[in-house]
């Protein structure tokens, strides 16, 4: 049997379990397997029945990418990996969202379970609100066309990557995946005079004029790109193991999360600032011309 203070780090070993299935796929045979013990063993820990040996501990740490000290202390550290952790940042993102859509005024769309979905429903908005200036209506269509390729793209990468690969090749594989998206946004952006005019087959001259929000726009599509890019690269530096290098030289490096904490919350901010500028650009060029009475 485990003391109070053995049951305890057993509690927190558990949310460690629940946040590896979670983040990285892994069953409790999984990682009983790369701890190099029994599964009925590893459900002996996890169940009380028996203490976590010191190696164990260790190796489970290194797992996780923590240090024994983490899970002891209950770090902050080791709180992010906890799924409920998780959860409550999930639902926090989602509660921003939410309040968002609200002064949007479109509260209809405040019970979107995705974000994604929730930014699709507004720029389908914004494609109705714009529908008699092209040049408007044809930002929020590019938009809205690469969030759903997005889309598209992620449903193999879950079902396929995400249970079957490392965290290496998952966020890889994932992070790529954006920033080809990203690239594809900002080449759409670029041609949206030759877009506008295939739409409008070249009887709209309003099209060749230019709209004072896209270079803002261009600027954030930038940031989709640096925001992805920058996730990228940290992948790769906090998974150097998987590229050939020692883990005791790795293991200093497994704690740069810095985009990978906040990427939610940074995408959400660029997407967010995409509809405020697209409705702003939109409600500007649909108010009629002031001319000065001499």
Not at 15 to 32: E, F, H, Q, W
Not at 52 to 69: D, E, Q, R
Not at 92 to 106: Q, R, S, W, Y
């Amino acid at each position: 049997m485990q003391t109070p203070e053995e049951y305890e780090i057993t509690l927190r070993v558990n949310a460690l379990v629940k946040g590896l299935k979670k983040r990285r796929g892994y069953t409790k045979k999984d990682i009983s397997q790369k701890l190099g013990i029994g599964l009925t063993t590893f459900n002996d820990y996890l169940n009380g029945v028996s203490s976590f040996k010191l190696g164990t501990l260790i190796k489970f740490a290194s797992l996780c990418k923590l240090t024994l000290p983490d899970i002891l202390d209950d770090t902050l550290e080791a709180k992010k990996l906890y799924s409920e952790d998780l959860a409550d940042r999930a639902n926090t993102g989602k509660n921003t969202l939410d309040f968002l859509a609200f002064i949007l005024l479109v509260p209809a769309a405040t019970n979107a379970h995705n974000t994604q979905y929730l930014f699709c429903f507004l720029h389908i908005l914004l494609i109705f609100f714009a529908r008699k200036d092209l040049n408007s209506m044809t930002m929020s269509l590019v938009f809205l066309v690469t969030y759903v390729i997005a889309d598209l793209i992620f449903y193999p990468i879950d079902i396929y990557i995400f249970p079957n690969f490392n965290s290496l090749i998952q966020n890889a594989v994932a992070f790529g995946a954006c920033i080809v998206v990203d690239i594809l946004l900002i080449v759409l952006l670029k041609n949206r005079t030759l877009l506008s005019l295939w739409f409008s087959k070249g009887n709209n001259k309003r099209v060749l004029e230019k709209n004072f929000i896209e270079g803002p726009i261009y600027a954030v599509a930038i940031g989709f790109l640096l925001v992805d890019g920058v996730a990228f690269v940290e992948n790769l530096i906090r998974n150097l193991e998987y590229l050939g290098f020692d883990e005791s030289f790795a293991k200093y490096f497994w704690k740069i999360t810095y985009v990978y904490d906040y990427f939610e919350y940074l995408k959400s901010g660029l997407m967010a600032s995409v509809v405020i500028l697209l409705f702003i650009g939109t409600r500007i060029r649909q108010q009629p011309p002031n001319f000065a009475l001499t």
